[in-house]
């Protein structure tokens, strides 16, 4: 296939990238290297380089071409970013996403696999959570990205164009953002401990997240690019374990010196995500348990990957 990854130097879709090059596609990677919470932009060197804005359509529009599947990854991707500045927060994850989508109308593109958020469900629904359940939008960063499901699910119905729904539960994994106080909460934890600082913890750190691992994210998508399932178009899919962790157990996980900080607002109190749709559409399924990599990493350090250690080390 000929692929685009928008994202593609981020964190997942940099992942991604790395899978599709391996399974022998050709791929565009498009980035606009934003992200303020990345120490660094992951850039497979046997991908095609963009480093372009996805709200640039004239721009971008070119690079669909005969392309078969885009994944787009590329958004203003944390809650209290966008609570802060919910004008660009608009902007990337409606209008850029728009106009992925209809530039992958207008170029023919088979597939479009959009990664959207878990943050959608709010507080209104009681884990474990359904695809078929009421959004409840809590904060800029959910209301936007549930935009774009919709405009995914339009595209979908009114133009024909063949998209899924990825409602991701917390990922984490190697090349996870570490950068500052929104990075994600795994990564914090990970570099305040190789600091020897002690780990932040928001509020009474009882709230509880379905932690899922990068890779399981990947499979995912992968499946997706290649089901000729046609019941899975248009549909929204929940990946994550379907088992959660406190932020005060993930803590005691790494390490034992910690600290409160002030509640944020905006966030939910439980995520817990139900994935039989993934696993009967897709024939997806999790791997990878959060306490097995937490353990792992503490052994090798966070800097390490398992496939890093076991090159060097067997």
């Keep these: 296939m000929k692929c685009i990854?928008?994202?593609g130097a981020g964190f997942i879709g940099s992942h991604i990238v790395d899978r599709l090059i391996k399974d022998g596609n050709e791929v565009i990677s498009l980035d606009n290297e934003s992200a303020t919470?990345?120490?660094?932009?992951?850039?497979?060197?046997?991908?095609?380089?963009?480093?372009?804005?996805i709200c640039d359509y004239d721009k971008i529009e070119p690079l669909f071409k005969d392309?078969?599947?885009?994944?787009?990854?590329?958004?203003?991707?944390?809650?209290?970013p966008a609570i802060k500045n919910p004008q660009?927060?608009?902007?990337?994850?409606?209008?850029?996403?728009?106009?992925?989508?209809?530039?992958?109308?207008?170029?023919?593109?088979?597939?479009?696999?959009?990664?959207?958020?878990?943050?959608?469900?709010g507080l209104i629904n009681t884990p474990p959570l359904t695809e078929d359940m009421p959004n409840d939008c809590?904060?800029?960063y959910s209301v936007t990205k549930v935009s774009g499901e919709g405009l995914c699910n339009m595209y979908n119905k009114l133009y024909g164009l063949k998209t899924i729904i990825f409602r991701y539960f917390n990922v984490y994994g190697e090349r996870q953002p570490l950068?500052?106080?929104?990075?994600?909460?795994?990564?914090?934890?990970?570099?305040?401990?190789?600091?020897?600082?002690?780990?932040?913890?928001?509020?009474?750190?009882?709230?509880?997240?379905?932690?899922?691992?990068?890779?399981?994210v990947v499979?995912?998508?992968?499946?997706?690019?290649?089901?000729?399932?046609?019941?899975?178009?248009?549909?929204t899919l929940n990946i994550g374990v379907g088992n959660n962790h406190s932020i005060l157990g993930l803590a005691k996980m790494i390490g034992y010196n910690f600290k409160h900080l002030p509640e944020r607002l905006g966030e939910a109190r439980i995520t817990l995500a139900n994935i039989d749709k993934a696993s009967e559409l897709l024939g997806w399924k999790p791997e990878t348990q959060l306490e097995d990599?937490?353990?792992?990493?503490?052994?090798?350090?966070?800097?390490?990957?398992p496939k890093q250690w076991i090159k060097e080390h067997l």
């Design 5 to 7: 990854v928008t994202g």
């Design 37 to 53: 919470s990345n120490e660094e932009f992951y850039w497979n060197q046997e991908a095609h380089k963009a480093v372009l804005d």
């Design 67 to 80: 392309v078969d599947c885009v994944f787009h990854l590329a958004a203003e991707a944390r809650i209290q």
């Design 88 to 121: 660009k927060a608009v902007a990337t994850n409606v209008l850029g996403t728009c106009n992925v989508l209809q530039a992958s109308r207008e170029n023919g593109v088979d597939r479009v696999l959009y990664s959207s958020t878990s943050s959608a469900y």
């Design 138 to 140: 809590l904060n800029p």
């Design 179 to 216: 950068k500052g106080q929104y990075a994600p909460v795994v990564g914090i934890f990970l570099r305040q401990f190789d600091a020897g600082e002690p780990l932040t913890i928001v509020g009474d750190g009882l709230q509880r997240r379905d932690f899922t691992h990068v890779n399981d």
């Design 219 to 235: 499979e995912a998508n992968i499946l997706a690019a290649n089901t000729d399932n046609e019941d899975v178009f248009g549909q």
């Design 293 to 305: 990599w937490i353990g792992l990493q503490k052994i090798l350090g966070t800097k390490m990957s």
